[in-house]
């Protein structure tokens, strides 16, 4: 009886192992079968790019269940053009692209910055210019923004720059675009540029990552806050696929393995929101006549 009980106790060790490991093989053969879903990404602006990529898209495909690419351009007007036409699924875009495609697009999930959506942009110069104080104060160089279809690296400086009575194509010698947040620290920082407009966000998580970048800029403006740079879908992505990177997005806050991917973006989580949000933005973008 005892030999009996043993090949039975060995017997169902061997099944339950078999049943494992062939669960895993049909859920990696199910994984490798499934379409991608595609999610475009401007350049962003922390150093271990690769790695910080590479463990969201492992936990997004294994919270999805299915594989996950990574599509990156140098320009938001790139990736924007690429949803559109229905070469990408998703994008993270900035809030003025979304306001002024709202009709084209669904609004997924936005990031959590310091326990809110929110975010501001920051009117930088150099660290060794202690005399510019206002947007009035701008020495009348080199400018440095962001990309044109930058919230916070274009359009509010754009719009604050207006309201100061600064025409920028009179007032600086002269203006440039140098596409990626961090580009505008470093342009600041090392003197290319005499002032520039930065996502508080990327000059914040700089500080944290590379505080030798940062430490040569001083934050001489700090503007009114708008809702962060949100995650969008094409609106003919089917509602199922939506709702499910929604909700896996969502429940990354409340995920070990989400929150280690979440801190290395220097992020608290993401939440639903809705167009709202975006109002302040598209307020400015009328008032310097991109949106009807």
């Known amino acids: 009886m005892r030999r009996h009980a043993s090949f039975r106790c060995v017997f169902r060790n061997w099944l339950l192992w078999f049943l494992a490991v062939g669960g895993l093989a049909f859920a990696a053969a199910t994984l490798g079968q499934a379409s991608p879903m595609r999610i475009g990404l401007t350049p962003v ?14 936990y997004l495909e294994q919270r999805l269940g299915r594989p996950v690419s990574f599509v990156q351009r140098g320009s938001y007007r790139e990736i924007t053009d690429l949803l559109l036409r229905g070469k990408l699924d998703v994008a993270w875009l900035c809030g003025l692209p979304y306001v ?31 005399e510019t104080a206002s947007w009035e104060d701008l020495p009348a160089g080199v400018f440095a923004f962001s990309d044109p279809d930058s919230n916070s690296g274009y359009l509010y400086p754009r719009y604050a720059m207006k309201k100061a009575g600064i025409d920028p194509e009179r007032h600086f010698r002269k203006t440039f675009f140098v596409h990626g947040h961090r580009n505008v620290v470093e342009a600041v920082a090392v003197g290319l540029a005499d002032a520039g407009a930065v996502d508080a966000y990327v000059w914040e998580t700089l500080g944290r990552d590379r505080p030798e970048l940062t430490a040569d800029t001083r934050v001489v403006l700090r503007s009114e806050t708008f809702g962060f740079p949100p995650i969008v879908a094409r609106a003919d992505l089917p509602e199922s696929e939506m709702l499910g990177l929604r909700r896996v997005l969502v429940n990354m806050g409340e995920d070990p393995e989400g929150l280690r991917v979440l801190n290395l973006f220097n992020l608290d989580g993401f939440v639903a929101a809705k167009p709202a949000l975006y109002d302040r933005i598209a307020d400015m973008s009328r008032s310097l006549g991109r949106v009807p």
């Open 45 to 58: 602006f922390l150093d271990d790019q690769p790695r910080i990529l590479k463990a969201w898209q492992d």
């Open 100 to 130: 002024e495609r709202q009709a084209r697009m669904s609004l997924v999930a936005v990031p959590l910055y310091q326990g809110a959506p929110l975010y501001r942009s920051f009117l930088i110069v150099p660290k060794d210019d202690l």
